[in-house]
């Protein structure tokens, strides 16, 4: 059974998208836009002699070095693959194959350029949130999950010193920062929940981290429960979820991961008790799901 996690829907622009600052700004956007590599790149190194403490600098650096290091390669692949593709026919005109995308290579030396730029723009605005979630964004992007989390928990620590009052793109003020801050990171542990059980131990730490200065996080919460059950640790689960469903006891999530962790221990009668509250609070979905579970469990 795949484990439920809360999904917030706030739509975020994740990957940084430069602003207009002054002519360099404009045109090096052009540029990039015409992939005029050359001529962008020359546009940096005339405004690196006055943009240093210009944060629309160190973005555009950023997004010219991620730009160069990560491309998309098409590969040979015998079903057809989401999105566009060429059919390959045989000397018979049977299909052969199909000519897709969506594979992703990276050159690190590239990459690692623009990291640094981006970490020298953090540091020297350390309260601009969409300098960190765009550093993050090309993390999960080349799937280095371990600096991904890592970037997560430095943003959560540092938000708290300053009350989560974050600032965007153009120095504008985030509205409801906190929550904004914490939809997207839900989004990154929905990333990590599915690129594999692995990733257990990030989610762990990512929640704990926000659990450190909001420690009734129901969301949180459910994440860290999740993570133990994963790994077995049902006990430990358990307690968190029945923290998580005391301050939001309509929750279906939280409801329908107490009634799995139940099923997960043999205790039956909870177990059908749980998913019977997840008919009563959750959606068509839900309510569907766990009708199946109560009949598998009545059958047993």
């Known amino acids: 059974m795949k484990l439920k996690l809360t999904f917030l829907s706030i739509a975020v622009t994740c990957f940084i998208q430069p602003i207009f600052a002054q002519n360099y700004m404009a045109d090096f956007k052009a540029l990039v836009a015409k992939d005029d590599t050359a001529a962008a790149f020359k546009i940096l190194q005339a405004w690196q002699k006055t943009g240093i403490n210009d944060p629309d600098f160190y973005i555009a650096s950023y997004n010219y070095y991620a730009k160069k290091g990560l491309t998309e390669v098409l590969s040979l692949q015998k079903d057809q693959p989401a999105g566009q593709s060429f059919q390959l026919t045989d000397s018979t005109g049977k299909v052969a194959g199909y000519l897709g995308g969506g594979q992703t ?61 974050w600032i965007w793109s153009g120095g504008k003020p985030v509205e409801d920062p906190e929550n904004f801050m914490l939809s997207n990171i839900q989004t990154y542990i929905i990333q990590l929940n599915n690129a594999g059980d692995q990733n257990m131990d990030y989610i762990r730490d990512i929640s704990l981290a926000i659990l450190k200065y909001k420690p009734n996080n ?17 006990p430990r689960a358990l307690e968190i979820l029945l923290k998580a469903e005391k301050l939001a006891p309509h929750d279906y999530i939280v409801l329908n991961n107490i009634a799995y962790c139940y099923e997960l221990q043999g205790n039956k009668p909870n177990a059908l008790k749980y998913y019977q509250l997840v008919k009563q609070y959750g959606n068509d979905e839900a309510k569907a799901s766990a009708d199946k579970k109560i009949a598998k469990l009545n059958k047993k």
């Open 105 to 165: 290579s990276y050159n690190l030396i590239y990459l690692n350029k623009g990291f640094e730029y981006i970490d020298t723009g953090i540091v020297k605005f350390p309260a601009r949130l969409d300098m960190r979630f765009g550093k993050v964004y090309l993390l999960g992007k080349i799937e280095n999950y371990k600096a991904f989390s890592e970037e997560i928990i430095k943003a959560v620590n540092y938000g708290q010193t300053i009350g989560f009052k």
């Open 218 to 234: 129901v969301v949180s919460l459910s994440d860290l429960s999740i993570s133990y059950l994963t790994k077995k640790d049902y």
